[in-house]
């Protein structure tokens, strides 16, 4: 045997409980068997009086044979089939009760000497192969199935440190549970489930001297299913982890449902942890009491009293009721709307008081002006990062709050506070700081209470504006002897300054040390770094007030700032190209900068509202630019959506991602994924809830948006370059189409300003056409098509004109041809069809030698393809509505005759004529 694998057996025992807790390959397996098979076969030949060997090696061994054993039918008092499976491991045939003998008493002594758990059970040697082998492989999977079913049942799907108390209430009600089973049963009954859980994890926790190495293994497998069924990283170190993992796989089909279904809710407390807590859970804020556990086999009779409102009236008296887990008992948790707790306008005022059995476990008051809340958890620092957070409030007048703030519900406020300001009663007070630059500068000092964007100007000098306190915020690493705080020509010490800690920061108050409405210049030096850590000019107005209408403005809308001074209100208004309003105020001017919603491609000029025309894909983005926003409200969350040719995908817009380094939108690899498309609207849509804003529509198809060709000073123009959506530069052949007329044809190229000459007044079918195609090839492609009128459309119109076919043969087959009559036929009432420029629908007739109309053997519609201006198609109405090219007639009648051949037969010899009453 190597020495490194020699290391590794004295490792398992050295630093196991369970010994089999250490893995073993294979070929190190192998080993193990060669040593023990050449040990034991010696001794049972009877060449050697006793088994000699290493101890440690052989109990190792043994171990690992044990961990093989996985007859998961077998009885758990088979002990003989057991020991048959281990001298057959080895090379011996049956059992043999001296080598039994000798394999007994090295565990004997190695518990002795080592200090190896021992079962302490009547078939002690078996047991504490099974105990460390955690074998057989099916009580092990029985106790990780009750594993989880604490998990689920007990925990809620959720283990924290807080929760190891768990494990000791479960390990003692396993015993109590085992205690109590009847015979030799090998399966343990919890609540609707059993457990095949055998000899060795038996052993381990009803012994008192191994039931701690229960309640371990216990906390170790809740702590990993904990970590699989959250799917957080997680690889096996050890034997028994692996067991775990292999068992969670089969387990996967059960794990999925649970992760659909498993309700989330507070971790479960000790009677002596309690506590009262407040949730935001969407639009409502509850008052929570988390569930808590109880004593195992007591009867209890849990009663919840809440009292509100200034007097404590009692407005909630109530019994917690239980639930039963697998091994625990835990009442259910317990939610109350604050708005349907209070009545009337009053502040939070609270007492919550739990009984069990009439003795009380709980008493705590609760006095709040406001409750602060970050995402779904109640805010308890006085200093905060700013960060988009919620406010309940029963009167949200009566307090200071930041600039931006709206309603989200009712008495639940959504605010946006900015650096320096503050949210404040009369009683509460929290501070809001942009703690980026303070992190990095471990020597940064800070003023908070500024007014956000505002400064007032005296001549020269430029002052932040303050209105109510003024607070020095440093962090605690700053020594403060030796801080010296000066306001204009006065010197006081830092550390003379009553201050409070919060969160790694010193918080101090020095608002009567500032003069008022007049600038002062604050500064903090300090003599142990011989140099100044704040300089600043300020002054503090504390009668002003400044209320802008809204927190950020975009595009046209109504645009409102009120500032009031002493009482005295006066309302300011601009438009989108002022980014300040002045106000003079104390022989100064209060500037305040106009927040507003931007945004910007590549780094290109900031628009704070729709671009008012159609981009070009190719000229302005590329596959990786970038969409910036910059908000004077929080927009981490905002999301860019798009709404594709007025098309919701599955009945929604698409969302853009943001990039993960930088946060941007990838706006460019977004439009280039959506080709051909001729409107893609982008939209901005805040995580305030409110309607999304249109930024710009991007055109990823080429297209004229208008009718590219109009009328101006009686001629006609192309006004292709101002309409056409696509690359610079393209040169477009216009055609134009009127019946009874040439076609004519202009190259935009050649027309001068756009004017298009020779144009006689009609009724025009114009397509507008463009080469388009690859280097060597290219094909014309319609960019534009439709009807064109010039002149005026009552007179130009088609109902008076007649197509005229003369008398005469059509091209085809000269056997098979359609003949007219002597008199030729006429189509009136001619219309233009819809998809095609150059087809007709109307009413075929033909004059009989009386001059007067005659129908067509029973025909009557018919389509006309003009194919030039000498030659044409005619097509008759079948029976079913749709065309044909065969006509009924036969030569006896002069008329038509239907052509046998496939060919289409073209009609040579027409005009158009102008007939009225047709």
Not at 121 to 146: G, N, Q, R
Request: glycine share 6%; with cysteine.
């Amino acid at each position: 045997m190597t020495a490194e694998l020699m290391k590794k057996v004295k490792n398992a025992i050295l630093d196991n409980r369970l010994v089999g807790n250490a893995s073993f390959s294979d070929e190190e397996y192998e080993n193990l068997l060669e040593y023990i098979r050449g040990f034991s076969l010696t001794y049972v030949s009877g060449q050697n009086s006793r088994l000699y060997g290493d101890y440690v090696i052989h109990f190792v061994a043994l171990v690992e044979i044990a961990k093989r054993w996985k007859k998961i039918d077998d009885d758990e008092s088979d002990e003989s089939g057991f020991w048959a499976f281990v001298f057959k491991t080895i090379g011996i045939d049956e059992y043999n009760p001296k080598l039994y003998k000798e394999y007994a008493d090295l565990i004997i002594e190695l518990g002795w000497t080592n200090n190896i758990l021992i079962a302490n059970t009547a078939k002690k040697y078996w047991a504490t192969l099974m105990m460390h082998a955690f074998a057989p492989i099916s009580s092990i999977y029985a106790f990780l199935d009750l594993s989880y079913n604490i998990y689920r049942k007990d925990l809620d799907f959720n283990y924290t440190e807080d929760d190891k108390g768990v494990c000791e209430l479960a390990t003692i009600r396993f015993c109590e549970i085992l205690q109590s089973s009847v015979g030799n049963d090998k399966t343990v009954s919890i609540g609707s489930n059993t457990y095949n859980v055998k000899i060795g994890l038996r052993t381990l926790a009803m012994n008192d001297a191994t039931q701690n190495e229960f309640v371990a293994l216990l906390d170790k497998t809740l702590e990993t299913i904990n970590k699989l069924f959250h799917e957080q990283s997680f690889k096996p170190k050890s034997y028994f982890e692996s067991l775990i993992c292999d068992w969670w796989q089969s387990k996967l089909a059960e794990i999925v449902i649970d992760r659909k279904t498993g309700r989330s809710s507070m971790l479960a407390v000790s009677k002596q942890s309690i506590t009262a807590k407040f949730i935001r859970d969407d639009d409502e804020v509850n008052l929570v009491i988390p569930p808590i556990r109880l004593n195992i086999c007591a009867a209890s009779t849990v009663l919840l009293t809440v009292y509100a409102g200034d007097n404590y009236e009692m407005r909630v008296s109530e019994q917690l009721f239980t639930k039963i887990g697998e091994l625990t008992i835990t009442t259910k948790q317990k939610e109350i709307d604050l708005n349907t707790l209070f009545q009337g306008n009053e502040v939070v005022k609270i007492r919550v008081e739990i009984t069990e059995n009439g003795i009380i476990i709980f008493d705590k008051k609760i006095d709040k002006e406001f409750i602060l809340f970050d995402g779904e958890n109640e805010v308890l620092s006085q200093i905060n990062k700013t960060n988009n957070y919620f406010v309940y409030a029963r009167d949200i007048d009566a307090l200071k709050t930041p600039a931006d703030i709206s309603t989200h519900a009712s008495n639940l406020y959504n605010i946006y506070p900015k650096d320096s300001e503050t949210l404040s009663g009369v009683v509460q007070r929290v501070f809001f700081v942009d703690k980026t630059g303070m992190e990095s500068n471990k020597d940064a000092v800070c003023l908070i209470g500024e007014l956000f964007d505002c400064e007032w100007r005296l001549g020269d000098i430029g002052c932040a504006v303050f209105s109510e306190q003024v607070s020095l915020l440093l962090t605690d690493e700053i020594a403060v002897n030796g801080l010296v705080l000066t306001v204009d020509t006065k010197r006081i010490l830092l550390s003379n300054i009553t201050s409070r800690q919060e969160d790694g920061y010193l918080f101090f108050d020095i608002t009567d040390y500032i003069s008022k409405s007049e600038p002062s210049e604050v500064s903090v030096y300090s003599h142990l770094k011989g140099k100044p850590l704040m300089c600043k000019n300020i002054v503090v107005f504390p009668t002003l007030s400044i209320a802008l209408s809204k927190a950020a403005f975009y595009e046209n809308g109504e645009k409102k700032l009120t500032i009031s001074v002493n009482g005295e209100s006066r309302v300011f208004s601009w438009d989108n190209t002022q980014t300040e309003v002045v106000y003079p105020l104390n022989d100064g001017d209060l500037i305040i900068k106009v927040p507003y919603t931007r945004w910007r491609v590549d780094d290109k000029s900031w628009c704070n509202e729709p671009f008012n025309k159609k981009l070009w894909y190719k000229k302005h983005f590329h596959n990786g630019s970038l969409l910036e926003i910059d908000s004077a409200v929080d927009m981490g969350n905002a999301t860019l959506l798009s709404v594709i040719d007025g098309q919701l995908t599955n009945g929604q817009s698409e969302i853009v991602e943001r990039n993960k380094v930088n946060g941007k939108f990838e706006i460019g690899k977004y439009i280039f994924s959506h080709e051909h498309k001729q409107k893609i609207m982008f939209l901005l849509k805040s995580n305030k809830g409110a309607r999304p804003v249109e930024l710009f529509i991007v055109a990823t198809e080429e297209y004229f948006e208008y009718s590219p060709i109009g009328i101006y000073e009686n001629r006609v123009m192309f006004l292709g370059d101002n309409d056409f959506i696509g690359a610079d530069g393209r040169k477009f052949t216009i055609e134009f189409r009127c019946v009874g007329k040439e076609p004519i044809t202009v190259e935009s190229n050649s027309l001068v300003g756009g004017m298009i000459s020779d144009i006689d007044e009609g009724i025009y079918w114009v397509r507008v056409l463009s080469k388009d195609g690859g280097l060597f090839t290219k094909q014309e492609k319609v960019f534009w098509q439709g009807e064109f009128v010039f002149g005026d459309k009552d007179k130009l119109k088609l109902s008076d004109i007649v197509l005229n076919i003369s008398p005469i043969c059509g091209i085809g087959v000269i056997s098979d041809f359609w003949k007219t009559s002597k008199a030729g036929y006429r189509i009136s009432k001619l219309a233009r069809a819809k998809s095609d420029a150059d087809t007709y629908i109307g009413k075929i007739y033909y004059i009989d030698k009386a001059k007067c109309k005659k129908n067509v053997g029973g025909v009557s519609s018919c389509k006309v393809e003009i194919i030039s201006p000498s030659a044409l198609r005619i097509l008759v109405a079948d029976n079913s509505g749709g065309y044909t090219q065969k006509l009924t007639f036969d030569a006896s009648s002069k008329c038509i005759r239907e052509p046998n051949a496939p060919t289409l037969f073209s009609i040579t010899n027409y005009n158009f004529l102008e007939v009225k009453d047709v």
